[in-house]
Structure formats: C-alpha cells, structure tokens
C-alpha cells in the first residue's frame, strides 16, 4: 500500500490550494481516509476525514467553512480543497488511513509542505 500526497507549496494568505493523494493498494476501496497536518514545534493533528461512502465524517474546527475534503473510488483518490488560507495552516500536511473516528489506522503519505505567508 502506497499513498502518495502532492499539491502543497506556497500561496499568499487568503488563497486556495488543493492537495491531492493517490493510493494504491486495495485499502482504498473499503477504508475511511483523512488528512492530518503538523505545524513546525506542534503535534500532528487530524484536518479532515471521509468515509467511504457516505461523504465527510469529520473537519477540525480551524478549517470549517474553509477546507473540502473529497475522494473519487474510481481514481483511487483523496483531495482537500483549501481556501481563504491563513498563516495558521502552515503545516506538512499528510493523508493517511483512518478508522471511522477519523483516527490513523496505519498509512500514511510522505507528506506535502504548505507554507501560507502573511
């Protein structure tokens, strides 16, 4: 099983960027997927989280209204949409496989830099 994460880098406060993660492996089609990040000197933290089938399960308080979390089963994919960026969501972002509490089951990607300047 491979998850492989992109999309991150820098954008100006206020912008939009979208991560994208890519997974291999036969996990994809019956497991939960999230996306945590860690901001430099803090601990990795759950950002959002999707069910297989029945949408989003789960976003932190921080990134309501802001973030979108998707996954297209056909291409075997995960996506956060992320707009109306702030200097707060600086962070390595991840994907990973969750349980249904949004919690990491033991997957993860490589991680993919977002850098929001002020």
């Known amino acids: 099983v491979q998850l492989q994460a992109s999309g991150g880098g820098l954008v100006q406060a206020g912008g939009s960027l979208t991560l994208s993660c890519a997974i291999s492996g036969s996990i994809f089609s019956f497991g939960d997927m999230g996306w945590y990040r860690q901001a430099p000197g803090k601990e990795r933290e759950a950002v959002s989280c999707?069910?297989?089938?029945?949408?989003?399960?789960y976003y932190a308080d921080s990134v309501k209204g802001r973030f979108t979390i998707s996954r297209d089963n056909a291409e075997a994919t995960v996506s956060l949409q992320m707009n109306s960026l702030k200097a707060e969501d600086t962070a390595v972002y991840y994907c990973a496989t969750v349980y249904t509490s949004c919690q990491p089951s033991g997957y993860w990607g490589q991680g993919t830099e977002v850098t929001v300047s002020s």
């Open positions: 999707i069910s297989s089938t029945d949408g989003p399960t």
